[in-house]
């Protein structure tokens, strides 16, 4: 089975930075979207960023500018950069990787999803 562990979440202070990773035993980014997510307590799961299977990446509103998604396929490991953390910004983040090379922030094109990483942002 294919499997996606995050890591990287924490505590920090509004205007503070974290990077979030996930990785996976086996390869398994080549040739497919892989996106990052994030659900807080009573709220739906919202996308954040997205690459696509040719590298490009595609943002949340609500995030740009300020998030940074990347990946290194030799590594198999999915990189968010998140510098000016607000507290809005706290929520459990997962990882996930599309079904195939069409994809949109939208969790529907995403069918495998690792544990989550807890990422908490305070006042």
């Known amino acids: 089975q294919v499997q996606l562990v995050e890591s990287g979440g924490g505590s920090v202070q509004a205007g503070g930075s974290l990077r979030l990773s996930c990785s996976a035993s086996e390869y398994t980014y080549s040739g497919y979207c892989m996106g990052w997510f994030r659900q807080a307590p009573g709220k739906g799961r919202e996308g954040v960023a997205i690459i696509g299977s040719d590298g490009s990446p595609r943002y949340a509103d609500s995030v740009k500018g300020r998030f940074t998604i990347s990946q290194d396929n030799a590594k198999n490991t999915l990189y968010l950069r998140m510098n000016s953390l607000k507290p809005e910004d706290t929520a459990m983040y997962y990882c996930?990787?599309?079904?195939?090379?069409?994809?949109?922030?939208?969790?529907?094109?995403?069918?495998?999803w690792g544990q989550g990483t807890q990422v908490t942002v305070s006042s």
């Open positions: 996930a990787r599309g079904s195939s090379i069409y994809c949109a922030l939208d969790s529907a094109y995403f069918h495998y």
